[in-house]
RNA sequence: GUCCCGGUAGCUCAGUCGGAUAGAGCGUAGGUUUCCUAAACCUAAGGCCACAGGUUCGAACCCUGUCCGGGACACCA
C-alpha cells in the first residue's frame, strides 16, 4: 500500500526519494511526508509555502480524499474506494496476503546447539526468531534453506562420552570412581548412561571400552532429543550438517587457503590463519601441534561449502557469546575468494527466566540452566513464541514466566487472540458470511472503522519491515496493536443489526485476516474460539 | 585493556529514514455490562529520554567523551 502511495507521490514530485511516513496523530490523515522540510533548503522558499504547492499537485486522482498542510507537513487521506478496493483484493488474497516474490536465495543457519545437552531457554530465542525469520522471508519470496550445524566433533562431544563413561561406572557399576569437574552434570547424563547400559551392556562402562562408539551413540541420541523439542515448537529444519563428516575435506580448504597466502606454520608446527590481515584482532590457530584441526577449521569448511553451494545471502544466527568469532570466519571467507558482505551474522541474546519474581529455578535435569522443553511445556510454545518476539533478538530479554501463566492483558497472547475469537464470534451470530464480503462496498465510513481499516491492510508493510530489518518486534508490535484496536472498535459499535453491518464485518474480516497470518507468520495458530 | 548489548514512567519495554505534543503494557487509583465473549473498554496520576559537549531548520535517535549494568575476549565448541 505504501509502495502505491510512494510511487504516485514520487511522480506528481518527480522525486526520487520521498520519505513518506505515518503522521502522529491519526487525525492528520493516513500518510504524511516531512519532504518539504527537506526541499525548503533547495528551493530557498519556506516549508509552509512549499507545502502548499505541494498539496495542490496532488490531489488529483482517486487515491486521496483530502490532501492539506500541516505546520510544513503534507498530510494524506486515502479515499474510501481506494481502501474498499484494497480490502476487497486482501480478502481475496487470503493467505497469499502481501506475498512477494524476492527471489533471493538465503541459507538460513540457526540453533547449532552443541549435541552435549538439552537445548536451554537461550537456544530456544534463537530457535524460535530463526524460524520466524524463514517464515517471514519465504512469505517475501525468498529461497531460504534452513540449516542445523552439528559440532560432532572435538573436545565437546569426546567429554559427552567421558562424562556417560564416569556416570555408568560411579552410579550403575558403583565404582568409587571421582567424577572430574569437567564433564557435564545433571541429571539426564545419568538416564543416557542408563539407556547406554541397555543398548550397549555393561562392557561399555569398563576402563578400556571404546569411547568413540559410546560418543557416535550418544552425540545421536542428544540430537533425536534436540529435535523432538523443536519439532514441538513447530521448529522444522531442511537440512542438518555434521562438522565430522566435513573434516576429508580439510586438505582441499586447506590448499585453497594456502594458495592465498592465508597460512603460516609455526616453529612448534602449530598452523595459523593470519586473520588479523582481514580485519581480526589477531591470528588463530586452525590446527594444533598435536596435528588436529581445531573448530575454526571446520567453520572455515562449512562456509567453504557454504558460500560454494552459490546462495545469494547467508545468514547465521548465534548466541552472543560467540560475536568474537564473527571476525575470524569473516577473514576465512574472504581468504576462500567469496564476498564475506554476504554473510550477515545475527545475535540473539541471553536470556533471564524469573517466576514470580525471583530467578527461575535452575533445572535439576539439566544441572545447571532452564531447558527449552520445560518452558515450552510450563508455558505453551504460542506463548513463549509471542514474548521472545516481542523483544529484539539483539538485546537482553528479561521474563517472568508467571506473567505467561496468567490469562488476562497483561499476557499478549490471549490478548490478540481474543480479538481475532470476537471477530470469529460475530460471524457466527450474522447473516452475512465470510465469502460475501467480496460483493460489500465500504463508504461514508467514520473515523474509528477507517482507522481500524487502514491498520489491519498494513500487515504487508509489517512483514517486509520485520524481515529487512531483521527486527521481528515489529510483527507482534503491530498484532497487539491491530488486537487493540478490534477490541476498542467492538466495545464501542454494535455490529450485529447495526444499519452497517455488513460495511463493518467487512472490517473485521479483514483485521482477522490479518491477525491470523500475522501470527501464522510468527508460528502460532489463531484460537477461533475462547 | 579491547569488543558486543543496554541505560526512556515505580517495573518490563516500544519509539521507523533525524520530524509534529516521547508511547504501550503491567502495577496503582477510580469508572463501564437490560446489548454481539468484561480474557474487553474508558479515565487519572506517573518523564532531566544516564551525563556533558558537538552536528542542524529540527536530536531519545547521528558524532565525540564520561559514568553505570550485562556479556564476550581459547590451541572449548
Not at 408 to 434: G, M, Q, T, W
Request: aromatic share 10%; hydrophobic share 40%.
Amino acid at each position: 500500500m505504501k509502495k502505491r502511495i510512494k510511487a504516485h507521490i514520487s511522480s506528481q514530485l518527480d522525486a526520487a526519494e520521498v520519505p513518506v511516513t505515518k503522521p502522529k496523530d491519526s487525525s492528520f490523515g493516513h500518510f504524511c511526508t516531512p519532504v518539504a522540510f527537506s526541499l525548503a533548503k533547495v528551493y530557498r522558499k519556506s516549508p509552509h509555502a512549499i507545502a502548499e504547492e505541494l498539496c495542490e499537485k496532488l490531489l488529483h486522482g482517486e487515491l486521496f480524499d483530502k490532501v492539506e498542510h500541516l505546520s510544513g507537513y503534507v498530510n494524506f487521506t486515502l479515499s474510501d474506494r481506494f481502501l474498499d478496493e484494497f480490502a476487497t483484493a486482501a480478502l481475496r488474497d487470503g493467505d497469499r496476503f502481501g506475498e512477494q516474490s524476492e527471489g533471493e536465495s538465503i541459507l538460513l543457519e540457526f540453533v547449532s546447539a552443541n549435541p552435549t545437552g538439552p537445548l536451554h531457554i537461550g537456544h530456544a530465542r534463537g530457535a524460535i526468531f530463526g524460524d520466524v525469520l524463514m517464515r517471514l522471508g519465504r512469505h517475501l519470496g525468498y529461497q531460504i534453506t534452513s540449516e542445523y550445524y552439528i559440532n560432532d566433533a572435538g573436545n565437546q562431544v569426546d567429554l559427552l562420552a567421558r562424562s556417560l563413561h564416569f556416570k555408568g561406572r560411579a552410579e550403575l557399576l558403583g565404582e568409587a570412581v571421582a567424577f572430574p569437574p569437567e564433564c557435564y552434570q545433571g541429571e539426564y547424563i545419568l538416564e543416557l548412561a542408563k539407556k547406554a547400559q541397555a543398548h550397549f551392556g555393561e562392557a561399555i562402562f569398563q576402563p578400556e571400552a571404546d569411547l568413540s562408539a559410546l560418543r557416535d551413540w550418544a552425540k545421536d541420541e542428544m540430537m533425536a532429543w534436540i529435535n523432538d523439542t523443536l519439532k514441538e515448537a513447530g521448529i522444522v529444519f531442511d537440512r542438518f550438517v555434521s562438522e565430522r563428516s566435513l573434516y576429508d575435506r580439510w586438505d582441499d580448504t586447506r590448499q585453497a587457503l594456502e594458495k592465498r597466502g592465508a597460512l603460516y606454520t609455526d616453529e612448534a608446527g602449530k598452523v595459523w590463519l593470519a586473520s588479523s590481515q582481514k580485519g581480526d584482532g589477531k591470528d588463530r590457530v586452525v590446527v594444533r601441534e598435536s596435528g588436529e584441526p581445531t573448530y575454526l577449521a571446520g567453520d572455515i569448511i562449512y562456509h567453504g561449502d557454504k558460500f560454494a553451494r552459490g546462495f545469494d545471502r547467508y545468514i547465521n544466527i548465534w548466541g552472543a557469546d560467540h560475536h568474537g568469532y564473527i571476525p575470524r570466519v569473516r577473514a576465512a571467507i574472504d581468504f576462500l575468494g567469496y564476498d564475506p558482505e554476504r554473510l550477515e551474522v545475527l545475535l540473539s541474546q541471553m536470556v533471564a527466566l524469573l517466576k514470580g519474581g525471583d530467578p527461575y529455578k535452575m533445572s535439576k535435569r539439566s544441572g545447571n540452566f532452564v531447558t527449552m522443553e520445560e518452558v515450552g511445556q510450563e508455558v505453551g510454545y504460542d506463548a513463549l513464541r509471542f514474548v521472545f518476539l516481542t523483544k529484539r533478538a539483539d538485546t537482553h530479554l528479561e521474563f517472568d514466566i508467571d506473567l505467561l501463566s496468567k490469562e488476562d492483558s497483561s499476557n499478549p497472547i490471549y490478548y490478540v487472540n481474543y480479538a481475532h475469537a470476537r471477530i470469529c464470534s460475530l460471524f457466527e451470530k450474522s447473516e452475512h458470511a465470510h465469502s460475501d464480503m467480496a460483493e460489500v462496498h465500504l463508504s461514508d465510513l467514520g473515523h474509528d472503522a477507517k482507522e481500524l481499516l487502514f491498520s489491519a491492510m498494513l500487515l504487508p508493510e509489517v512483514i517486509d519491515d520485520a524481515f529487512h530489518t531483521r527486527q521481528v518486534n515489529l510483527m507482534t508490535d503491530y498484532l497487539y496493536k491491530l488486537a487493540g484496536k478490534v477490541h476498542r472498535f467492538y466495545t464501542e459499535n454494535r455490529v450485529v443489526g447495526n444499519e452497517k453491518e455488513a460495511q463493518f464485518l467487512k472490517i473485521l474480516a479483514v483485521s482477522a485476516l490479518s491477525i491470523r497470518l500475522g501470527l501464522k507468520l510468527l508460528g502460532i495458530t489463531a484460537k477461533e474460539r475462547m
